[in-house]
């Protein structure tokens, strides 16, 4: 079955940075455009960044535009997620999935995702 298990998150200043990990098993990864979603307490879960399945289409929410890259290694089954200069407001659980299809857009929506990780905790403190 598909698996999805993220990695990385913890407790960093403010102006920090975070490296996730995301490793996948259970499908072929590299059929598939991958993203990373967040969700802070009392708030719905957003899009952060999403990656085609070759790695040559990058997506990025415009809070974290110019602070996160996302990249992915087919041959190690792995999505990450690199987040610099980090702010109190990116704290949240950060969710690794995997796309229904296609990523189109900075505007991806979870319902265009089927597949979630349990998340992991990052916490930016100021």
């Known amino acids: 079955q598909v698996q999805l298990v993220e990695s990385g998150g913890g407790l960093v200043q403010a102006g920090g940075s975070l490296r996730l990990s995301c490793a996948a098993s259970?499908?072929?990864?590299?059929?598939?455009?991958m993203g990373w979603f967040r969700q802070a307490p009392g708030k719905e879960r957003e899009f952060v960044a999403g990656?085609?399945?070759?790695?040559?289409?990058?997506y990025y929410a415009d809070s974290v535009k110019g602070r996160a890259t996302i990249s992915r290694d087919n041959a190690k089954n792995t999505v990450y997620l690199q987040m610099n200069s980090l702010k109190p407001e990116d704290t949240a659980v950060y969710y690794c999935?995997?796309?229904?299809?296609?990523?189109?857009?900075?505007?991806?929506?979870?319902?265009?995702?089927?597949?979630w990780g349990q998340g992991t905790q990052v916490t930016v403190s100021s």
């Open positions: 259970g499908f072929t990864f590299s059929n598939y455009a």
């Open positions: 990656i085609s399945w070759n790695g040559g289409s990058k």
């Open positions: 999935a995997r796309a229904r299809g296609p990523i189109r857009s900075d505007y991806a929506a979870a319902t265009d995702f089927n597949s």
